[in-house]
């Protein structure tokens, strides 16, 4: 049976990893990484957990598979290289960092020791999502996510929101490299708080927006690829609307299909745990995940050249 521990215990982990954590447990023996011992308490009680340490190097001493780390964005880089360091596969909320030479030497390191490095992109596998991801056919892509009223320093917003934005678009245009697109930034700003940003991402065939509204009045969030055989629409990762000459159709996911599945969380999860267990490729590739951050960190760079 696997082994793999679980690093930061806050909010992400537990609504969006946990849950499905404790309907792994006859593949995967967790442990729970945590000092505070009244929320270790209480996760194990709600979740079944039976393993703990009270420290990372408590952790490595009991030679883990793998390591889940949702710990602040801030603290990633020093724990990501100490883990693999250790021979321990890694998977880490986005971003990996907000420095994108820390990601890149993150992902090299990854690469020497032969591990893998995976960023928890969700969005790519939303059911939905991989529907419409494109097949290399001339297309415009846009994908949005809007925000009701959010105030956000600019470089937080980018790394924490728009990220995931960009790195959908890619995803579903096929765009792996960033020699293969030109690239437009916009960014507005109010006294270092960002109001909406943008990509716009073309090449011979492709089109590819990717845009953020903090100031929307409403929290929505948007992928769509147009082609010359229809118009696929995705509201929220849910609702799925296909538009050709021919009609509409309107797919819904069934009532009972649960949400950390609908947003893609669960399918990335059982991914990472599989690719740990056989060795096989990094569900979230390198190269694709380097580009998302190194788009972001263009734009930031973009915004300070602005000031």
Not at 2 to 9: A, E, T, W
Not at 81 to 102: C, M, Q, W
Not at 158 to 171: E, G, M, P, S
Not at 200 to 207: G, M
Request: charged share 15%.
């Amino acid at each position: 049976m696997l082994k793999i521990g679980v690093v930061g215990l806050g909010n992400i982990a537990q609504k969006a990893y946990l849950p499905v954590m404790a309907q792994m447990q006859d593949q995967v023996e967790w442990i729970l990484c945590t000092r505070d011992e009244q929320k270790l308490a209480h996760l194990q009680h709600q979740f079944g957990f039976s393993e703990s340490t009270r420290s990372v190097p408590e952790l490595i001493a009991q030679h883990p598979d793998a390591v889940f780390i949702h710990t602040p964005t801030h603290t990633h880089t020093e724990l990501i290289r100490t883990f693999l360091n250790a021979g321990i596969h890694v998977y880490v909320d986005k971003p990996v960092s907000e420095n994108y030479e820390e990601v890149s030497e993150l992902y090299q390191l990854a690469a020497q020791r032969q591990l893998l490095l995976t960023a928890g992109f969700n969005r790519r596998f939303a059911p939905f999502q991989q529907q419409i991801a494109t097949s290399g056919q001339p297309a415009v892509i846009i994908v949005q996510k809007n925000r009701i009223r959010a105030e956000q320093a600019v470089g937080f917003a980018i790394y924490d929101l728009f990220i995931h934005v960009v790195d959908t678009a890619l995803y579903l245009a096929g765009i792996d490299a960033r020699d293969q697109v030109s690239c437009q930034y916009q960014l507005s700003s109010d006294q270092g708080i960002l109001q909406n940003c943008g990509l716009v991402l073309s090449s011979k065939n492709l089109t590819v927006y990717a845009l953020m509204n903090m100031q929307a009045g409403a929290n929505t969030e948007t992928s769509e690829v147009q082609q010359i055989s229809g118009t696929k629409r995705l509201e929220n990762l849910e609702h799925l609307t296909i538009s050709t000459e021919n009609g509409t159709q309107v797919n819904n996911f069934p009532d009972w299909t649960p949400t950390l599945t609908r947003r893609g969380f669960e399918p990335l999860i059982h991914e990472f745990v599989s690719a740990v267990a056989t060795n096989a490729t990094n569900p979230v590739s390198p190269a694709t995940s380097m580009l998302s951050h190194q788009l972001c960190s263009e734009l930031v760079d973009f915004y300070h050249q602005q000031k």
